[in-house]
T-cell receptor
Framework: NAGVTQTPKFQVLKTGQSMTLQCAQD?????MSWYRQDPGMGLRLIHY???????DQGEVPNGYNVSRSTTEDFPLRLLSAAPSQTSVYFC???????????FGPGTRLTVT | AQSVTQLDSQVPVFEEAPVELRCNYS??????LFWYVQYPNQGLQLLLK??????LVESINGFEAEFNKSQTSFHLRKPSVHISDTAEYFC????????????FGTGTRLQVTL
């Protein structure tokens, strides 16, 4: 199993550009989520999904969109990038009734 | 809503010394508690968890944490640290029955030196 994979590893965007961060898991997990990690702030939940076709907002959803058309994939879209979205983004997955979240290696995004 | 406080942003310690990383939580309902570890340039890995039962939980690499309901704490301890324990440690909480929606603390960076 590859576990949770994320692409790209690094990305630089200009203000106003859009892009999609990819996340995939091969563990047949129902639950998937996106976090952003900023210095001194820990991880904050952006969006999550409890299954294909079902998504919901987390703590910091503004400026981001998600969709879940398959169990495996959970892409995160930045609609119009802003410098405040400079961060490290982590995708995670778990079973609905499981208690361990499996994290991807992260995407380091810089918005100039 | 629940919250997690990790008061120590950095903890420097010498190799083979004991260490305690503090975690306090706030919630009006029952919770599950977790410690995750993040090694440099990697994602997070589950270190240990408290769901129910014995309040003392242990990891395979010598860490332990004790759930203290009266003090709303879940401190992480290790009696003798190794250089390889250098990492950032995150305490996390979720409400029982919603096991997947975690709230994280701000993290504690453990720096082990010779």
């Amino acid at each position: 199993n590859a576990g949770v994979t994320q692409t790209p590893k690094f990305q630089v965007l200009k203000t106003g550009q859009s892009m999609t961060l990819q996340c995939a898991q091969d563990m047949n997990h129902e639950y998937m989520s996106w976090y952003r990690q900023d210095p001194g702030m820990g991880l904050r939940l952006i969006h999550y999904s409890v299954g294909a076709g079902i998504t919901d907002q987390g703590e910091v959803p503004n400026g981001y969109n998600v969709s879940r058309s398959t169990t495996e994939d959970f892409p995160l879209r930045l609609l119009s990038a802003a410098p405040s979205q400079t961060s490290v983004y982590f995708c995670a997955s778990s079973r609905i009734t499981g208690f361990e979240q499996y994290f991807g290696p992260g995407t380091r995004l810089t918005v100039t | 809503a629940q919250s997690v406080t990790q008061l120590d942003s950095q903890v420097p310690v010498f190799e083979e010394a004991p260490v305690e990383l503090r975690c306090n939580y706030s919630s009006s309902v029952s919770v599950y508690l977790f410690w995750y570890v993040q090694y440099p340039n990697q994602g997070l890995q589950l270190l240990l968890k408290y769901l129910s039962g014995s309040t003392l939980v242990e990891s395979i690499n010598g860490f332990e944490a004790e759930f203290n309901k009266s003090q709303t704490s879940f401190h992480l301890r290790k009696p003798s640290v190794h250089i390889s324990d250098t990492a950032e440690y995150f305490c996390a909480v979720t409400i029982t029955g919603t096991a997947s929606k975690l709230t994280f603390g701000t993290g504690t960076r453990l720096q082990v030196t010779l």
